[in-house]
């Protein structure tokens, strides 16, 4: 039978744990009507915390309301690809032209050939009056059956800032016009900071943010029981138990145990049909481990600055949480400077202060990672370092 935990990044898994509270703040905000501050919110957290999938759950209760939801990425010419998605032609407006020109050149004299077929720029200014425009004339028609527009725009970042300034001003300006809208914007933690707080977006530091964490291990304990049971399986409560704990309460981590355990309930030795036994619970939790490590610690690890790595480094050489202090001594700098990367950690949500002076891991198994692939990460660093 098809496996039903689906680990893929952005899927909407069957059960949606331990984010109940979250969507029914959101559902009271579009029933609330125009003004309601749950209507303008942007949703952060880790890798592998379930951003996409929060976007995607948002969208569904819009949708289910007969709103118009418009799911995009903050890629390079996202406006205009919601521009498109919201008129009927699909032809955004020119912003600025420049025409043709060329020149002759007569071979052996000192004149040379050229020819420019010219170009056709789209300004920022321009798309903002151009999303604004097309967003009032879908909610026009909407609003005449107490409908609106929700956009969702996932992977938020720095390098899409002028895109993001636009689209931010059209909607703050809908807003003001009590229009039926609503936004809702995800990223990394450091990416959003750095775009809410830019200096011409402070109107996006007025949305609700929703950090999202782990799920308490009894919500996960519960939702590996319905989906199993749903799915025609029986699992024990002892393998219930472990499933959960091995998770951490990280929800990728949550698809993934279930994903190959269910995998492994169906094929190798002691295949069941029926059960889910304790065996093959092991062996999905072993897989598990190598999938996060390649879905998450790597990119997560690639991404920092040397430094940043080395903190991780030397806190992997504890088996618990790390004293601050010692860290340092073991980076060989002063507090101060280690303080500077501990830090930025925390506001990536790769680590958390687990008491006054110490700090952990908040990744699931990224000290077992580390404690692998450490020699790999080191050695990268010092062959950079002698180029």
């Keep these: 039978?098809?496996?039903?935990?689906?680990?893929?990044?952005?899927m909407t898994p069957p059960v949606l744990v331990g984010r109940k509270e979250d969507l029914e703040d959101f559902?009271?905000?579009?029933?609330?009507?125009?003004?309601?501050?749950g209507r303008l919110m942007y949703v952060t957290g880790a890798r592998g915390v379930g951003k996409t999938v929060m976007l995607n759950a948002l969208g569904d209760i819009a949708r289910k309301q007969g709103w118009l939801v418009i799911d995009e990425t903050a890629e390079s010419g996202f406006l205009n690809r919601l521009?498109?998605?919201?008129?009927?032609?699909?032809?955004?407006?020119?912003?600025?032209?420049?025409?043709?020109?060329?020149?002759?050149t007569i071979p052996g004299t000192p004149v040379d050939?050229?020819?420019?077929?010219?170009?056709?720029?789209?300004?920022?200014?321009?798309?903002?009056?151009d999303f604004r425009r097309v967003m009032s004339q879908r909610l026009d028609r909407l609003e005449k059956h107490h409908l609106g527009i929700l956009i969702t725009l996932d992977e938020v970042q720095a390098s899409s800032i002028k895109e993001i300034r636009a689209l931010a001003t059209a909607v703050q300006h809908l807003i003001r016009e009590q229009r039926n809208i609503a936004f809702v914007f995800a990223g990394l933690p450091s990416m959003v900071e750095d775009v809410i707080n830019d200096n011409v977006l402070t109107f996006l530091r007025r949305a609700e943010r929703r950090h999202l964490g782990d799920v308490a291990l009894?919500?996960?304990?519960?939702?590996?029981?319905?989906?199993?049971?749903?799915n025609g399986k029986h699992?024990?409560?002892?393998?219930?138990?472990?499933?959960?704990?091995?998770?951490?309460g990280y929800p990728l981590m949550i698809q993934l145990v279930g994903y190959w355990t269910w995998r492994a309930s169906e094929a190798g030795p002691q295949a069941d049909d029926n059960d889910i036994t304790i065996t093959a619970a092991e062996r999905g939790i072993a897989q598990?481990?190598?999938?996060?490590?390649?879905m998450v610690h790597g990119p997560a690890v690639d991404k920092l600055s040397a430094m940043s790595r080395d903190y991780l480094l030397a806190m992997a050489q504890d088996d618990g949480p790390s004293s601050t202090s010692v860290i340092a001594k073991r980076l060989e700098r002063g507090l101060i400077y280690a303080n500077v990367y501990r830090t930025q950690l925390i506001k990536e949500?790769?680590?958390?202060?687990?008491?006054?002076?110490?700090?952990?891991?908040?990744?699931?198994?990224?000290r077992d990672y580390l404690r692998e692939h450490g020699a790999y990460h080191q050695m990268r660093r010092t062959i950079a370092g002698l180029r």
């Design 235 to 248: 699992a024990s409560e002892n393998v219930l138990d472990r499933l959960a704990q091995a998770t951490n």
């Design 218 to 230: 009894d919500d996960v304990r519960q939702a590996f029981a319905t989906t199993i049971a749903l």
């Design 27 to 37: 559902s009271y905000a579009l029933d609330d009507g125009v003004g309601a501050p």
């Design 288 to 294: 598990a481990k190598i999938k996060l490590g390649d």
């Design 1 to 10: 039978m098809s496996n039903p935990f689906k680990p893929t990044a952005g």
């Design 349 to 366: 949500d790769i680590i958390y202060q687990s008491s006054y002076g110490y700090v952990d891991f908040k990744l699931p198994y990224l």
């Design 83 to 104: 521009i498109g998605a919201l008129q009927d032609d699909g032809k955004p407006r020119v912003g600025a032209i420049t025409m043709p020109s060329g020149s002759l």
């Design 113 to 129: 050939a050229s020819l420019n077929l010219g170009s056709i720029q789209f300004s920022p200014s321009e798309r903002a009056l």
